[in-house]
């Protein structure tokens, strides 16, 4: 059975740094891409960033040097460090996984989800 679980989310103030976690199962790890998208209230779910197999990584413009993406093959866990965060970061943030191990900007390539993680900015 496939599952993706997200944690680490909670309530922040602006300024404050917050570590999201991605722990997943059922799948080949190592061979994975992994995503973090997030959703804001009344938003459609947008890309945060993403990590190849060969950990090439990729951000959203703007989340560029203040998030990193990282991952730990032997805990089959992607991280999502996340500093100085904004009220505009809030939201619920989904890790997903592509199994063909590209990973992407976009949600279609990613095959299984996450049920999210709410994080709260406040100002």
């Known amino acids: 059975q496939v599952q993706l679980v997200e944690s680490g989310g909670g309530l922040v103030q602006a300024g404050d740094p917050l570590r999201l976690s991605c722990s997943v199962s059922?799948?080949?790890?190592?061979?994975?891409?992994v995503g973090w998208f997030r959703q804001a209230p009344g938003k459609e779910r947008e890309f945060v960033a993403t990590?190849?197999?060969?950990?090439?990584?990729a951000y959203a413009v703007p989340v560029r040097g203040r998030f990193t993406i990282s991952r730990d093959n032997a805990k089959n866990t992607v991280y999502l460090q996340m500093n100085n965060l904004k009220p505009e970061d809030a939201g619920v943030y989904y890790c997903?996984?592509?199994?063909?191990?590209?990973?992407?900007?976009?949600?279609?390539?990613?095959?299984?989800w996450g049920q999210g993680t709410q994080v709260t900015v406040s100002s």
């Open positions: 990590i190849s197999m060969r950990n090439n990584t």
């Open positions: 059922g799948l080949s790890f190592s061979s994975l891409a």
């Open positions: 997903a996984a592509d199994i063909l191990g590209g990973g992407s900007v976009y949600e279609g390539p990613f095959d299984y």
